[in-house]
C-alpha cells in the first residue's frame, strides 16, 4: 500500500465546475504539499502546508493532520487549470525526503 | 522560478551504454535531488544530496549512481543503461529541505 494515496486519479469536469482533489496519507509528516504538472511541463509548487487552510487565487488547500487527510479545491474551473495535480509529504524522520502520491488527471472541457 | 536547469532534454540511448545526466543549479541551494517519473508511480527519488560530495540514496538507486563536486551541479549516471531506465528524470533542489524547486526534466529512452 502507498504511503500516499490520491483520489480521484482522473477527472473530468464542466469550465466553472468546482474541482475536490483528496490525498490520504499513512505516517506522521511535518508538511504536506501539492504540485502541478502540465502536459509535457515541468513540476511547480502550489502549496505546503502543516496546518488548516491556505488560499491562492481560485486555489485552495486544507488539511486535517489527525485524520491524515488534505484536500485541493479549485473554484471556477478553466480549462488551463487541466493538469495533473500531485499531492507529496514530508514525514518527520528522513524530513528532507517527500513521499509523493501518483497523481490526479485533471481535464476541464470549455 | 528557481535557476535550475537539466542536460540534455532529450536523449535515446543503446542498452549497455553508460549515460549522464546533468542538473545545474545557480540558487545555492544546499539540498539536490534526482528523481524518475514513470506512468502509474510517483516521482520515485532516486539519490539525492545533502552537500559538496555529501550523498545518500533513495528508494530506487539500484543501477544509478551520483556525483556533487561543487555546490551547482549534481550529475547522475547510468553506468550501462537497461530498458528499465526508460523514463523521465527531474532534478530538484531546496535550500533547506522543504520546499523543493523541479527542472524541466529529461526525457530518456533507452533501446
Known amino acids: 500500500k502507498n504511503e500516499v494515496e490520491q483520489s480521484p486519479q482522473n477527472l473530468t469536469a464542466q469550465e466553472g465546475e468546482f474541482i475536490t482533489i483528496n490525498c490520504s496519507y499513512s505516517v506522521g509528516i511535518s508538511a504536506l504539499h501539492w504540485l502541478q504538472q502540465h502536459p509535457g511541463g515541468g513540476i511547480v509548487s502550489l502549496f505546503m502546508l502543516s496546518s488548516g487552510k491556505k488560499k491562492h487565487g481560485r486555489l485552495i488547500a486544507t488539511i486535517n493532520i489527525q485524520e491524515k487527510h488534505s484536500s485541493l479545491h479549485i473554484t471556477a474551473s478553466h480549462p488551463r487549470d487541466s493538469a495533473v495535480y500531485i499531492c507529496a509529504v514530508r514525514p518527520n524522520f528522513g524530513n528532507e525526503k517527500l513521499t509523493f502520491g501518483t497523481g490526479t488527471r485533471l481535464t476541464i472541457i470549455p | 522560478d528557481a535557476g535550475i536547469t537539466q542536460s540534455p532534454r532529450h536523449k535515446v540511448t543503446e542498452t549497455g551504454t553508460p549515460v549522464t545526466l546533468r542538473c545545474h543549479q545557480t540558487?545555492?541551494?544546499?539540498?539536490m535531488y534526482w528523481y524518475r517519473q514513470d506512468p502509474g508511480h510517483g516521482l520515485r527519488l532516486i539519490h539525492y544530496s545533502y552537500g559538496v560530495k555529501d550523498t545518500d540514496k533513495g528508494e530506487v538507486s539500484d543501477g544509478y549512481s551520483v556525483s556533487r563536486s561543487k555546490t551547482e551541479d549534481f550529475l547522475l549516471t547510468l553506468e550501462s543503461a537497461t530498458s528499465s531506465q526508460t523514463s523521465v528524470y527531474f532534478c530538484?533542489?531546496?535550500?533547506?529541505?522543504?520546499?523543493?524547486?523541479f527542472g524541466p526534466g529529461t526525457r530518456l529512452t533507452v533501446t
Open positions: 530538484a533542489i531546496s535550500r533547506s529541505g522543504y520546499e523543493q524547486y
Open positions: 540558487e545555492n541551494h544546499r539540498y
